[in-house]
């Protein structure tokens, strides 16, 4: 088998968000994906894809069958990635064929990765896919070894006055002030269930035309979360942005969306508005502490102030 190339762009993105430490195991990469393939005795079977900090290989196993090869580091956030995956069986999301937890290697269904929910024209229909996803997802008790939200969300209280405090809007270090108010009514009950927490359109994938059909759409790529279905929303309300601009009225449109996927997941909307909050609370300590941002990200924003009225 020829050496695996690591792709430019992936190297440089594992350096940019992982440091000098993701840059060495970009190295390391043609190696481990040799061991992988000797270990399943898989052939490569196209070129290879890469996320932002993962190297994914289509293969074929030794009976022909097609399988993707995902190669990404262990970490907090992708530790419980195969955990996830074996609890979900398929049902609603990617289904894992076998997996090496300390080396982060995992053999998956290979899906049509040309085709994501961004391809659905109808913007309602998109989210009634994410919300039947979420719905089926977070049906289970995350399993032993998932992190959980409460210890995610005492983090974020104690970054958000240092968040707030960078931001250089002062309306939106007081829309900050309102995000962590809400979440510090919520945080007595985190909630247990397993979330995907990364549900955006561009990972859902169809499945390829002649494989598996046991549902129309499923998810890819989650950072499992033990937690409440409310921090679940931020992705879908943010996506196809220009659709929701496109309205002509931007609060009412986000509004439509909150009610649609909270209906379909017979949320409380209260909560669900107060996780949301949380959600973009930790993207604003996330970016005003490692990334040295001075402001929130203006769809987050439109966000926030919508829902901060119903928490």
């Known amino acids: 088998m020829n050496a695996v190339e690591v792709p430019p762009a992936l190297a440089a993105s594992l350096e940019e968000n992982v440091g000098p430490g993701g840059l060495a195991w970009a190295r390391a990469l043609p190696t481990l994906a040799r061991e992988s393939m000797e270990r399943w005795e898989l052939r490569p079977d196209g070129p290879p894809a890469h996320g932002v900090v993962a190297l994914v290989l289509p293969v074929r196993r030794a009976d022909g069958s097609r399988a993707a090869l995902k190669l990404q580091q262990v970490d907090e956030e992708t530790r419980g990635e195969p955990l996830a995956l074996h609890a979900w069986g398929g049902r609603g999301a990617v289904r894992l064929l076998d997996g090496e937890p300390s080396t982060g290697a995992m053999l998956l269904e290979r899906l049509d990765a040309s085709r994501t929910l961004f391809d659905l024209p109808d913007v309602e229909a998109s989210l009634r896919v994410i919300a039947g996803l979420l719905r089926e997802l977070t049906q289970r008790q995350a399993p032993p070894g998932v992190r959980g939200l409460g210890l995610i969300a005492d983090g974020l209280l104690r970054g958000a006055p240092s968040a707030a405090a960078g931001l250089a809007d002062p309306a939106e270090r007081a829309l900050a002030a309102d995000c962590a108010a809400a979440l510090a009514q919520v945080r007595a009950e985190p909630g247990d269930r397993l979330l995907h927490w990364d549900l955006h359109h561009g990972n859902v994938l169809a499945p390829l035309p002649d494989g598996d059909r046991r549902a129309p759409w499923l998810a890819i790529d989650p950072k499992p979360l033990a937690g409440h279905p409310g921090f679940e929303l931020l992705p879908a309300l943010r996506d196809r942005w220009d659709d929701l601009r496109?309205?002509?009225?931007?609060?009412?449109?986000?509004?439509?969306?909150?009610?649609?996927?909270?209906?379909?997941l017979?949320?409380?909307?209260?909560?669900?508005?107060?996780?949301?909050?949380?959600?973009?609370?930790?993207?604003?300590?996330?970016?005003?502490?490692?990334?040295?941002?001075?402001?929130l990200d203006p769809r987050e924003r439109a966000v926030a102030e919508v829902l901060r009225a119903l928490a």
């Open 246 to 264: 496109a309205t002509g009225d931007a609060p009412r449109a986000l509004r439509r969306r909150f009610d649609l996927l909270t209906g379909e």
């Open 266 to 295: 017979a949320l409380d909307r209260a909560q669900a508005a107060a996780w949301t909050l949380a959600r973009v609370l930790q993207n604003a300590v996330w970016s005003v502490a490692e990334g040295g941002a001075h402001a």
